[in-house]
């Protein structure tokens, strides 16, 4: 995402030096250095981490996270301005409908993020697949966030939601918060009446790790989550039996350290990876997991396909179905947004996955 961040910057930069050439003379001077004063002030922040001294609210919200959301709103309406000024017969016009179509593009950026969420049922079939396992549904959430963009309400209707698939089982694949330890505590709130038979099964991601893994963990645990951090976990129906790998988040491009948990001599079983990142894929198939579940990328968030795809910045594997010779991976567009509170063409999504012997 730095690549992102970069023209973000950039741009917001370029917006900026467009509003000082319309502004009026005797504003000049005091819109620049405002200007220059609030970037020398987010990037302050970001180099010494302040956000680590707030609770919560918007000043939870990462130093990056709120400059860009400065700058979305931001860089639309100086732009608008300068085309109203090359327009002089025509300026409130450019105004008023320039103005109608910003506020309808962001309506549109939030109706997606907090939309009901798109339900995707995929049916997997497996010739190893255990037979009492056959016809188990498994509900995949990912990427929740809890926090600034997500609150309880929210929360509750995306839990509601996945109540409804009525599966055997609940995965989450990661993120369950934003940035602080006790946005834990919503999400565990939130899921604790889900009925699944099977419960509910989640492994930490990226977010979840930043303030400390162990708080995070544990809040979860307190509400009825199991959580693998690099370890199985099984279920049983009888003899046969669902081997579930789950990988705490790691980061195999920029750490390459080895990873402990690999080469265990796991329990026997048809083996299923639960990761946050699609990039765990490949050590979790040298694991012997057939299918694995993951989130993390949002689909992209913001989807300018064919053009760009934020998403692909980090992997190939932006979202949905993929194959690798007889094993599966499937990625979820997750249901919370990080950075912006928008979606375009990206809903939230549910994943309800299948399984079958073949």
């Known amino acids: 995402m730095k690549h992102t961040h970069a023209i973000l910057l950039l741009l917001g930069l370029l917006a900026q030096c467009a509003g000082w050439t319309v502004s009026p003379r005797r504003l000049k001077g005091l819109l620049a250095g405002l200007a220059l004063g609030l970037d020398g002030a987010w990037l302050l922040w970001y180099v010494t981490d302040a956000r680590s001294l707030s609770v919560s609210g918007f000043?939870?919200?990462?130093p990056v996270a709120t400059w860009v959301c400065v700058h979305v709103v931001l860089v639309p309406l100086i732009a608008l301005e300068c085309l109203a000024w090359t327009l002089p017969w025509w300026r409130w016009w450019v105004r008023g409908v320039g103005l109608v179509l910003v506020l309808a593009g962001y309506g549109w950026g939030l109706g997606e993020a907090y939309g009901p969420p798109v339900v995707t049922r995929v049916a997997l079939a497996f010739p190893d697949l255990p037979?009492?396992?056959?016809?188990?549904?498994?509900v995949l959430v990912s990427?929740?966030?809890?926090?600034?963009?997500?609150?309880?309400r929210t929360l509750g209707r995306w839990a509601r939601a996945a109540e409804a698939l009525h599966g055997d089982l609940v995965v989450g694949a990661g993120d369950f918060i934003a940035h602080l330890p006790e946005e834990a505590e919503r999400t565990g709130v939130a899921f604790a009446g889900i009925t699944a038979p099977d419960g509910r099964l989640g492994v930490l991601g990226n977010h979840d790790q930043y303030p400390g893994h162990d708080e995070v963990a544990e809040r979860l645990r307190r509400h009825g989550w199991v959580m693998l951090e690099d370890e199985g976990f099984t279920l049983r129906r009888g003899t046969q039996s669902l081997l579930f790998l789950g990988a705490r988040y790691k980061d195999e491009v920029a750490d390459p350290s080895p990873v402990p948990w690999r080469g265990r001599?796991?329990?026997?079983?048809?083996?299923?990876g639960v990761?946050?990142?699609p990039g765990q894929w490949a050590g979790l198939r040298q694991e012997g997991a057939r299918l694995t579940l993951c989130g993390?990328?949002?689909g992209g968030q913001v989807d300018l396909s064919p053009f760009y795809n934020p998403a692909e910045e980090r992997t190939p594997f932006v979202y949905g179905l993929y194959a690798q010779g007889p094993d599966?991976?499937?990625?979820?567009r997750g249901l919370g947004v990080s950075a912006l509170p928008f979606r375009f063409r990206c809903r939230p999504e549910l994943m309800?996955?299948?399984l079958h012997r073949s």
């Open 352 to 354: 309800v996955l299948t």
């Open 143 to 152: 990427d929740l966030h809890a926090g600034p963009y997500a609150g309880t």
């Open 59 to 62: 000043w939870a919200l990462s």
């Open 131 to 138: 037979p009492a396992f056959e016809g188990y549904r498994i």
């Open 275 to 277: 990761c946050h990142a």
């Open 296 to 298: 993390h990328t949002h």
């Open 265 to 272: 001599p796991w329990p026997g079983g048809f083996r299923i």
């Open 328 to 332: 599966r991976l499937c990625v979820t």
